[in-house]
C-alpha cells in the first residue's frame, strides 16, 4: 500500500485541482446539503443471487429504485478492501471484519473495481452519493507489515515497532508454534518500559479478553530480515493482534502517504464521495513517567484529522469519523479534522431512555452537547450499525470521572453515574432478562435494534414474537427512528433496521466468535430487495437473520408498512429541511418518559418541534416555551391541527404510549 501510495503522487503534485475548494475548517452542513439520509450497510450481511457480487447486490437498480423511493441520499458500503494478513505466500482472513486492511484493491470476494465504480454511477442516477472508508490507524498483516518485520526501507517506519536488543529477548514470552505473535502481559509491558523500548501500557485495553489480549502490545518470534540480520520486534495494536498500529510521526511520514493515497484514489477513482475515518482518535501515543502512556485526547491525533480531513476537502469530498471518546476530543477533533461525528454522545443515552422509560439521562448528555458547543448539525445520528452497542461512556470514566452532575436529584461523580448506568443497560439488555443479546468484552452489547426493543419489552425468548408483538415492535422503532431524524444532522438507517432483523442464535455463528467477538449476532445476511428471496445465507456466508417487516418490496406495498412509514416522515424532513435546522431548546419536562428538542427551522420556515414518549404511561403534560411567537400547532406528518402555542408560550403535549410528534407552530416567527 505505501509503494502504491508513492506511486500515485506524481497525479496531484504539480497540479492545480488541489487548490479548487477552502478546506481549513471542517464543513458539517455542506456535507449534509450533499446527503443528509444515509443507508448504512455491511458487505458480509449482503444477500445477492447466485453468480452475483455483494458489490452487484448494490449496484442493482431495483435495490436503488427503492432506496429512491424511501428517501436514501448516501450508502455506506462499510469495509470493502481486501483485509486479512499474508503467511508466507498465501493470504489469511480477517480477524475483524475486514476492519485490517492490506490493499487499495476491492476485495475480491465482494466484487470488483468496476463494480464499485457502477455503484457510485447508479447512485448518482438517484441523486444519491456512496461513502466509502478510510482507516487511518492501523492495517492488517499484510505486505507492508512483513516488509516491516523484514526491516526493508522505509516499511518499519509506518508502524509504532520496536527491535528489541538479543540481549534483552529473555524478557520475552516464546511464541508458540503456528503464530506469528503473541500478546504481552502488563508485567512485560512495564519492563520494557523501564528498559526504554517502549511508552507502557496505554491508558485503555480495547477488545480486552483474559488470556487473548491483556495489553496493547505483542511480540514477533524471531525474524531475519532483508540484511540478514535477526531481529524480535515488539509492536502496538490499539485492536485485535492482526492490527498493528501506524505511526503518525516517525521521520519518513510514511503512514500519512499511505492514507492519503488511499483517500484520494477513493474520491478520484472509486467514485466514493466521503470518507468514514475509522478509529482515528488514535493517532498519538506518548511515554508518561510514572502513569500509563498518554494515548488518548492526544494533540497528535487532532493534527493527524486535520492533515487527513483538509485533504479530503482539497478533492471535493468530506468525511466523518467514529470517535467514541470524550465530548472534549469531539468537540476538538471536528474544529480542522473530520466534518461529520458519529453520535456517540446520545446514542447509548436514547437506547437507555427505552430500556428504562426514562429520559433524564439523555437530556443530561444533550445539555452537555451543546455545552461542549458541538452542533447536532455536525453528527451522525445512527440506529444499528455493525458494531456493539458500545456504553463505555468515556466521557465520565477519564477526563470527567470526578466532575460532578445531576441526577435523580443527586450530584453524582461522573465515574459513579457511569456506573448506574452502564449497569442499568446491562441488566435489561442481556442476561437472564434477554438472553439473546451478548455482551461484548468490556465495550458494550451485541444486539440489533429490534433485540434492544424486545428486551426494552421484556420478550425473554424471540421465538415467541408474534403478529401482535411486530406492530408495537414497529412503533418503538418509529419512535427512535423519529428522534434521530426530527433533529439536524445526518440520520443513518441500516439494512437490519429496514427488515427488522433479529440476532442470528450464538451456535450459527460459533467458529467466527472463537475469540470472544460476539458482534457477529448482529450481522445477520438480508436482502433489501429480494434479489434471492431463497437464499439462505449472504455471500459471505453469514447465515440469514429473521427478518421481522421484510423486503422493502413488500414493505413498500404497504401503507402501513415500517418502510412506508419512514419514508413519509423523510419526506417530511427533506420539504422542510430538518436536517439544516438550528437546535435552540431541550427544555426540562416532568413526565419521565418525554423528550422534547426545539429546533429553528431554515429559510424562515418557523420553529420545529420534537416531541417523544420513551415511556409506558400516555403523557399529558403543558410545556412553558418561553419568548416564541405564538400560533397553531401543526403535526407535520399527518397535517392536522394538535393546539396551539399561546400568547404566555403554553403548549399541550398529548402521547400516547411510545409515540413520537413532528410539530410545527404555524406562523412563526421564530424565538424571539
Known amino acids: 500500500m505505501l509503494k502504491v501510495s508513492q506511486d500515485r503522487t506524481h497525479l496531484y503534485s504539480g497540479k492545480s485541482r488541489l487548490w479548487m475548494n477552502p478546506y481549513a475548517e471542517a464543513q458539517p452542513r455542506r456535507a449534509i446539503e450533499i446527503a443528509s439520509v444515509w443507508l448504512t450497510v455491511y458487505p458480509d450481511a449482503i444477500i445477492a443471487p447466485e453468480g452475483c457480487t455483494v458489490l452487484g447486490a448494490l449496484a442493482h437498480e431495483a435495490l436503488w429504485r427503492r432506496l429512491s423511493e424511501i428517501g436514501v441520499q448516501g450508502v455506506h458500503t462499510g469495509p470493502i478492501k481486501q483485509s486479512g494478513g499474508i503467511r508466507g505466500n498465501a493470504f489469511t482472513p480477517s480477524v475483524d471484519g475486514n476492519f485490517d486492511r492490506i490493499s487499495f484493491d476491492v476485495d475480491p470476494l465482494l466484487g470488483t473495481e468496476q463494480e464499485l465504480v457502477q455503484m457510485s454511477r447508479m447512485a448518482a442516477a438517484h441523486n444519491a452519493v456512496t461513502i466509502d472508508d478510510l482507516i487511518p490507524s492501523h492495517t492488517g498483516k499484510g505486505a507492508d507489515f512483513r516488509l516491516a518485520e523484514l526491516g526493508h526501507g522505509a516499511y518499519p517506519g509506518l508502524y509504532h515497532m520496536v527491535e528489541i536488543r538479543e540481549e534483552d ?33 496505554l491508558q485503555r485495553v480495547i477488545f480486552f479478553e483474559p488470556g487473548v489480549k491483556e495489553t496493547d502490545w505483542s511480540v514477533t518470534p524471531p525474524i531475519t530480515g532483508v540484511d540478514g540480520k535477526t531481529r524480535r520486534w515488539v509492536y502496538l495494536h490499539y485492536f485485535k493482534e492482526g492490527q498493528p498500529s501506524l505511526n503518525w510521526l516517525d521521520p519518513s511520514f510514511a503512514a ?108 443530561l448528555m444533550l445539555h452537555q452537547m451543546h455545552a461542549f458547543h458541538i452542533d447536532p448539525a455536525s453528527l451522525i445520528h445512527a440506529l444499528q450499525n455493525h458494531d456493539e452497542l458500545t456504553v463505555e461512556l468515556v466521557h465520565f470514566w477519564t477526563l470527567h470521572a470526578h466532575d460532578m452532575f445531576m441526577y435523580k436529584g443527586q450530584t453524582l461523580p461522573g465515574a459513579i453515574l457511569r456506573e448506574h448506568i452502564r449497569e442499568e443497560i446491562y441488566e435489561r439488555l442481556s442476561g437472564e432478562h434477554a438472553p439473546y443479546n451478548l455482551r461484548f468484552v468490556t ?86 430487495a429480494s434479489l434471492d428471496p431463497d437464499a439462505t445465507e449472504s455471500v459471505r456466508g453469514m447465515p440469514r437473520a429473521r427478518a421481522l417487516y421484510g ?64 415511556g409506558r404511561e400516555t403523557i399529558s403534560e403543558e410545556l412553558v416555551l418561553s419568548g416564541f411567537t405564538p400560533g397553531p400547532v401543526v403535526d407535520m406528518i399527518n397535517e392536522t391541527v394538535e393546539g396551539d402555542l399561546t400568547e404566555d408560550g403554553r403548549l399541550m403535549i398529548n402521547l400516547d404510549p411510545y409515540e413520537a410528534l413532528c410539530l410545527r407552530i404555524v406562523n412563526s416567527g421564530g424565538h424571539v
Open 551 to 614: 423486503s422493502l418490496d413488500t414493505q413498500l406495498e404497504r401503507s402501513d408498512s415500517f418502510a412506508s412509514s419512514v419514508k413519509k416522515l423523510l419526506a417530511v424532513r427533506q420539504a422542510y429541511a430538518i436536517a439544516s435546522s438550528k437546535q435552540i431548546l431541550v427544555p426540562d419536562v416532568a413526565s419521565p418518559g418525554l423528550l422534547v428538542m426545539v429546533h429553528e427551522l431554515p429559510a424562515g420556515r418557523g420553529i420545529q418541534i420534537t416531541a417523544l414518549n420513551f
Open 169 to 201: 529477548w529473555d524478557v520475552l514470552p516464546d511464541v508458540p508454534a503456528g503464530k506469528d505473535a503473541i500478546n504481552l502481559l502488563p508485567a512485560v509491558c512495564d519492563e520494557l518500559k523501564h528498559r526504554h523500548y517502549i511508552v507502557g501500557q
Open 256 to 363: 500519512q502517504q499511505m492514507i492519503l493515497g488511499d483517500a484520494l484514489y477513493t474520491l478520484d477513482c472509486l467514485g466514493a464521495r466521503g470518507l468514514r475515518l475509522d478509529a482515528n482518535g488514535f493517532l498519538g501515543v506518548e511515554i508518561r513517567a510514572q502513569d500509563t502512556a498518554w494515548s488518548e485526547s492526544h494533540p497528535l491525533s487532532i493534527t493527524g484529522n486535520q492533515i487527513i480531513g483538509g485533504m479530503i476537502r482539497k478533492a471535493g469530498g468530506f468525511s466523518f469519523q467514529e470517535l467514541n471518546l470524550t465530548l472534549d476530543d469531539i468537540a476538538q477533533m471536528s474544529k480542522g479534522g473530520a466534518d461529520l461525528s458519529y453520535d456517540f454522545i446520545t446514542r447509548p443515552a436514547y437506547q437507555h431512555a427505552l430500556l428504562t422509560g426514562d429520559t433524564e439521562f439523555l437530556r
Open 443 to 528: 465495550n458494550g452489547i451485541s444486539c440489533t435494534t429490534v433485540s434492544l426493543i424486545t428486551a426494552a419489552l421484556g420478550i425473554r425468548d424471540l421465538d415467541t414474537v408474534e403478529e401482535a408483538d411486530i406492530a408495537l415492535i414497529q412503533k418503538i422503532h418509529l419512535l427512535l427512528v423519529m428522534y434521530n431524524a426530527m433533529q439536524p444532522g445526518v440520520v443513518a438507517i441500516s439494512g437490519w433496521d429496514l427488515v427488522g432483523a433479529l440476532p442470528l442464535p450464538g451456535e450459527s455463528v460459533a467458529e467466527r466468535m472463537q475469540d470472544g467477538d460476539t458482534r457477529w449476532i448482529h450481522r445477520g445476511g438480508y436482502d433489501l
